[in-house]
């Protein structure tokens, strides 16, 4: 397994029947009110009990890492490896697990028998299918999958496709040793100082304020942009070169560009 896969948390989706429960169980917890003359309780507790079950259904998120697959329910975290995952489907029918969708959900197979009781298909429904699939994809690419995937003709395809040829750590040092200045997307320009095997150390010119990114951070950000894993963003970047965005995207974006 990789052992630099990029962290990234996938909220669950909610569609047109998560919120059909709660509004169901908002009816049933206030239907009280018109049969008896109790006052506001029953809207009080109406309230509470959807406030409950929202909250129930907020806490159900998952992450990918190199740890594997982490799954929180009412925030606590359980983690499902990754490697073990032979396929990925569509579930047949209704079944139970940690999906806030009831209409578009994922069965997640596993090989081996160590998982939690009722684990196996793992049932869950994150919100961005797409990038979940390729994300634990690139950590096992041996699973197995009838969904959809982009087509050749989306752009998120295309740019893939462009970048399939990525540099390799070495070249990626050289190209940056040809860098003398990078421009970012809002005007600010960087200077390239230094480059170690380590780490780039430069100067932002309008403010002279020095900076030290992270090589092997700047090196995976650059991977993973290029095969479609995060957006090429500043906030994206967070993860791989913190407190260095600005610099790393700017110097991304010519290295990019001018391939």
Same mark, same amino acid.
């Given at each position: 397994?990789?052992?630099?896969?990029? &962290? *990234?948390?996938?909220?669950?989706?909610?569609?047109? /029947?998560?919120?059909?429960?709660?509004?169901?169980?908002?009816?049933? &917890?206030?239907?009280?009110? @018109? %049969?008896?003359?109790?006052?506001?309780?029953?809207?009080?507790?109406? =309230?509470?009990?959807?406030? !409950?079950?929202?909250?129930?259904? *907020?806490?159900?998120?998952?992450? !990918?890492?190199?740890?594997?697959? #982490? !799954?929180?329910?009412?925030?606590?975290?359980?983690?499902?490896? =990754?490697?073990?995952?032979?396929?990925?489907?569509?579930? /047949?029918?209704?079944?139970?697990?940690?999906?806030?969708?009831? #209409?578009?959900?994922? /069965?997640?197979? @596993?090989?081996?028998?160590? %998982?939690?009781?009722? &684990?196996?298909?793992?049932?869950?429904?994150? %919100?961005?299918?797409? $990038?979940?699939?390729?994300? =634990?994809?690139?950590?096992?690419?041996?699973? #197995?999958?009838?969904?959809?995937?982009?087509?050749?003709? $989306?752009?998120?395809?295309?740019?893939?496709?462009?970048?399939?040829?990525?540099?390799?750590?070495?070249?990626?040092?050289?190209?940056?040793?040809?860098?003398?200045? =990078?421009?970012? !997307?809002?005007?600010?320009?960087?200077?390239?100082?230094?480059?170690?095997?380590?780490?780039?150390?430069?100067?932002?010119? $309008?403010?002279?304020?020095?900076? *030290?990114?992270?090589?092997?951070? %700047?090196?995976?950000?650059?991977?993973?942009?290029?095969?479609?894993?995060?957006?090429?963003?500043?906030?994206?970047?967070?993860?791989?070169?913190?407190?260095?965005?600005?610099? &790393?995207? /700017?110097?991304? #974006?010519?290295?990019?560009?001018?391939?």
């Amino acid at each position: 397994m990789p052992t630099d896969i990029p &962290s *990234k948390i996938y909220r669950s989706r909610w569609d047109a /029947a998560t919120w059909a429960l709660i509004a169901l169980t908002l009816c049933c &917890s206030i239907l009280p009110l @018109f %049969l008896d003359d109790d006052g506001l309780i029953p809207v009080f507790v109406g =309230v509470l009990v959807v406030a !409950v079950e929202i909250l129930i259904l *907020k806490s159900i998120y998952y992450r !990918v890492d190199r740890r594997g697959l #982490t !799954v929180y329910r009412l925030f606590r975290p359980t983690v499902y490896p =990754v490697d073990k995952i032979y396929e990925i489907s569509r579930p /047949a029918g209704y079944t139970p697990g940690p999906a806030t969708s009831i #209409t578009r959900r994922l /069965a997640i197979s @596993f090989s081996g028998s160590s %998982l939690p009781s009722g &684990s196996n298909p793992l049932v869950i429904s994150p %919100l961005d299918e797409t $990038s979940f699939l390729r994300h =634990v994809m690139l950590v096992n690419p041996c699973i #197995t999958t009838t969904l959809t995937t982009p087509s050749a003709d $989306s752009p998120h395809h295309r740019k893939a496709s462009q970048n399939a040829d990525l540099m390799t750590r070495e070249q990626f040092i050289a190209a940056i040793r040809q860098l003398d200045t =990078v421009e970012s !997307v809002s005007g600010k320009i960087y200077r390239i100082d230094v480059i170690t095997d380590r780490h780039v150390l430069g100067t932002r010119l $309008s403010t002279l304020r020095e900076f *030290k990114i992270d090589t092997d951070g %700047l090196y995976r950000a650059y991977r993973d942009i290029s095969t479609g894993i995060i957006p090429m963003t500043t906030t994206a970047l967070r993860d791989y070169v913190n407190r260095t965005q600005s610099p &790393s995207l /700017a110097i991304l #974006t010519h290295l990019l560009r001018s391939r």
